[in-house]
């Protein structure tokens, strides 16, 4: 018998509209399913009692017009919640309480979502491998000490699992659509300013998107309808008219045409991540759509360039962690003394990393050399984009240059744990929408992502594209209960 | 380029972020290999090339200056790490 929580959020919607399980039933099923998932340490905070108090409320007044009716949804533990504790991984927050909602999730509650609780992340989401979360790692569905990506961990850790129906990340640089390739999951980082940043812990602003984590396509447009709001509580919000992305979503993807960028074929990626590469172009014609191979040049200097402008922006950022108004304090015996020691036993080693190189490349004498030059390799980044836009409608690569690694294996080189994300930092570079999508598995049988990659604003295309290689992929995750 | 020592502990001055010897150690090791890699953007030519300097390209919009929320003195005072209804409290400033 298939159990709710194997079930899709489309199919839990339609079964809740029938009157066929109750929000009770379904909230029940996914707590139930959690509390027996501890050894995966998805969760940060629980709020299993209160989702089910509130689901019965939701039966007792039911509103079947709502997108999300009585859904229960465990949510990353960047997104600040009101009342609830919100500590994006990190020991600085680890007694932080908001006084508000963030946007993203206010629009979830909006349509009916219930807090299932928050979910565990890399710290400050500065990570790929959810192992710099004060919280401890994660281990993937997947397989036992497998890593789950990053950072958005816990995330994808849970939606893999069937500990929530769908669950939303945040992506600077790959945070959700690494995570969900390494998981078999499908993520989806909007375009910039699609998703209000209000409420959201702030890591690199200009980078930050909040997107959709879900088991399927149709679910991914389900939920970026809910979350892609405009709201003038983040002035880089941008009012544009957004789809009915669930009911404009189609198959048919005729004439459309679908670029291969050559630069994206690195030196000692696996076989398996070309052959699979190869097998999605092949997928893409089936699904009537043209193949033309296109040049961004400069793909090479994206990292140098994220690792210039995501740490500066950090550094600026997580400025206001001092100890003064809110979060962990040590004592010092000056005010200079408890702010150096504040920050230095209240954050982890990969955030003090970051702080150190953002200072270093903004600090005077520096910034023309560093700051200023990845400033405008920026633009000549987003320029090949914009170039490629040209001859076509979306871009086509691989979602990461390898399958999940073991835990601990790449937490001694930071240099070799931010390539990962080699081919998703440039997406977040130009402000692009990006979505990853399953597509297969390597010779251990561990998932692998296909990315792709669209014009701003057109997550519609990018949907319609991935529902129509969905259906031809038919990717099916094999999750195997293993640590219950 | 290579970070020093010296340099490490400059910047970890500039950071608020106080850091032992050992720490300091393996830190310039680590910026050393990550500048490494990030010095590979020299190889660019961008002498004419404007800096991107916003990806949203959007101009910032006006609004008017007003009070929206009042009285929320509690709720800004509700995390603070030393309780005081009033005030935040840090260590003595003025001898």
């Given amino acids: 018998m298939t159990e709710i929580t194997d079930l899709t959020l489309n199919e839990i919607v339609t079964n809740i509209k029938k009157k066929k399980i109750s929000s009770t039933e379904v909230t029940k099923s996914f707590v139930e399913r959690s509390e027996k998932s501890k050894k995966l340490n998805a969760y940060i905070t629980e709020n299993f009692s209160s989702a089910i108090?509130?689901?019965?409320?939701?039966?007792?007044?039911?509103?079947?017009?709502?997108?999300?009716?009585?859904?229960?949804?465990?949510?990353?533990?960047l997104f600040c919640t009101d009342g609830i504790k919100t500590t994006a991984g990190s020991k600085i927050l680890n007694n932080f309480i908001p006084t508000y909602e963030s946007t993203v999730t206010q629009n979830i509650w909006d349509q009916g979502g219930i807090l299932l609780g928050k979910l565990n992340c890399d710290e400050f989401a500065m990570g790929s491998s959810n192992e710099t979360s004060f919280f401890g790692n994660v281990q993937n569905p997947i397989g036992e000490n497998l890593v789950p990506g990053g950072s958005s961990g816990g995330s994808s850790a849970a939606i893999a699992a069937n500990l929530t129906p769908v669950t939303i990340g945040t992506d600077t640089g790959g945070s959700i659509r690494q995570p969900a390739s390494f998981t078999g999951t499908v993520g989806l980082k909007p375009t910039y300013g699609s998703c209000s940043r209000f409420g959201i812990v702030a890591f690199?602003?200009?980078?930050?998107?909040?997107?959709?984590?879900?088991?399927?396509?149709?679910?991914?447009?389900?939920?970026?309808?809910?979350?892609?709001?405009?709201?003038?509580?983040?002035?880089?919000?941008?009012?544009?008219?957004?789809?009915?992305?669930?009911?404009?979503?189609?198959?048919?993807?005729?004439?459309?045409?679908?670029?291969?960028?050559?630069?994206?074929?690195?030196?000692?990626?696996?076989?398996?991540?070309?052959?699979l590469w190869s097998k999605g172009i092949e997928y893409i014609k089936d699904?009537?759509?043209?193949?033309?191979?296109?040049?961004?040049?400069?793909?090479?200097?994206?990292?140098?360039?994220?690792?210039?402008?995501?740490?500066?922006?950090?550094?600026?950022?997580?400025?206001?962690?001092?100890?003064?108004?809110?979060?962990?304090?040590?004592?010092?015996?000056?005010?200079?003394?408890?702010?150096?020691?504040?920050?230095?036993?209240?954050?982890?080693?990969?955030?003090?990393?970051?702080?150190?190189?953002?200072?270093?490349?903004?600090?005077?004498?520096?910034y023309d050399a560093y700051y200023l030059k990845a400033q405008k390799v920026r633009q000549l980044i987003k320029k090949d984009f914009d170039d490629a836009y040209?001859?076509?409608?979306?871009?086509?690569?691989?979602?990461?240059?390898?399958?999940?690694?073991?835990?601990?294996?790449?937490?001694?080189?930071?240099?070799?744990?931010?390539?990962?994300?080699?081919?998703?930092?440039?997406?977040?570079?130009?402000?692009?929408?990006?979505?990853?999508?399953?597509?297969?598995?390597?010779?251990?049988?561990?998932?692998?992502?296909?990315?792709?990659?669209?014009?701003?604003?057109?997550?519609?295309?990018?949907?319609?594209?991935?529902?129509?290689?969905?259906?031809?992929?038919?990717?099916?995750?094999k999750i195997t209960n293993w640590w219950m | 380029?290579?970070?020093?020592?010296?340099?490490?502990?400059?910047?970890?001055?500039?950071?608020?972020?106080?850091?032992?010897?050992?720490?300091?150690?393996?830190?310039?090791?680590?910026?050393?290999?990550?500048?490494?890699?990030?010095?590979?953007?020299?190889?660019?030519?961008?002498?004419?090339?404007?800096?991107?300097?916003?990806?949203?390209?959007?101009?910032?919009?006006?609004?008017?200056?007003?009070?929206?929320?009042?009285?929320?003195r509690e709720k800004i005072l509700k995390n603070s790490p030393e309780n005081n209804e009033d005030f935040f409290v840090v260590p003595k400033v003025v001898e």
């Fill in chain 1, 204 to 275: 690199a602003s200009s980078l930050d998107q909040a997107g959709p984590m879900t088991k399927n396509v149709k679910d991914c447009a389900t939920l970026l309808e809910v979350i892609s709001t405009f709201d003038k509580k983040d002035s880089t919000s941008i009012d544009f008219k957004r789809n009915n992305y669930s009911s404009e979503l189609t198959k048919n993807i005729k004439g459309k045409k679908i670029g291969i960028p050559k630069e994206y074929r690195v030196d000692g990626m696996p076989v398996e991540i070309e052959s």
């Fill in chain 1, 53 to 77: 108090e509130q689901a019965k409320k939701f039966d007792e007044n039911p509103n079947y017009e709502l997108k999300l009716p009585g859904i229960p949804i465990a949510v990353k533990d």
């Fill in chain 2, 1 to 72: 380029m290579t970070i020093d020592l010296k340099t490490v502990k400059h910047i970890s001055k500039l950071a608020r972020i106080s850091v032992d010897e050992e720490k300091a150690n393996k830190l310039a090791g680590d910026l050393n290999s990550i500048f490494t890699f990030i010095e590979k953007l020299n190889e660019l030519n961008t002498s004419d090339v404007q800096p991107l300097t916003s990806i949203a390209e959007t101009t910032l919009r006006f609004r008017k200056d007003e009070i929206k929320s009042e009285n929320i």
């Fill in chain 1, 390 to 477: 040209k001859k076509v409608d979306a871009i086509l690569t691989p979602s990461t240059p390898s399958s999940a690694f073991k835990i601990a294996e790449k937490t001694n080189d930071p240099v070799s744990m931010y390539l990962n994300d080699i081919f998703t930092v440039p997406v977040n570079l130009a402000g692009l929408p990006g979505i990853s999508l399953p597509a297969g598995t390597d010779k251990n049988g561990y998932p692998l992502g296909l990315q792709i990659i669209g014009k701003p604003f057109d997550e519609q295309s990018l949907l319609n594209i991935a529902y129509s290689m969905e259906e031809k992929i038919n990717f099916k995750n």
């Fill in chain 1, 287 to 366: 699904c009537g759509a043209e193949i033309i191979d296109i040049s961004l040049p400069h793909t090479k200097y994206a990292l140098p360039t994220y690792y210039i402008v995501a740490p500066a922006e950090a550094s600026s950022n997580l400025a206001r962690y001092d100890g003064v108004k809110y979060g962990f304090r040590s004592l010092g015996e000056n005010l200079i003394d408890m702010y150096e020691k504040t920050r230095s036993e209240g954050f982890g080693e990969e955030v003090k990393r970051r702080i150190m190189i953002g200072t270093y490349v903004l600090s005077s004498g520096y």
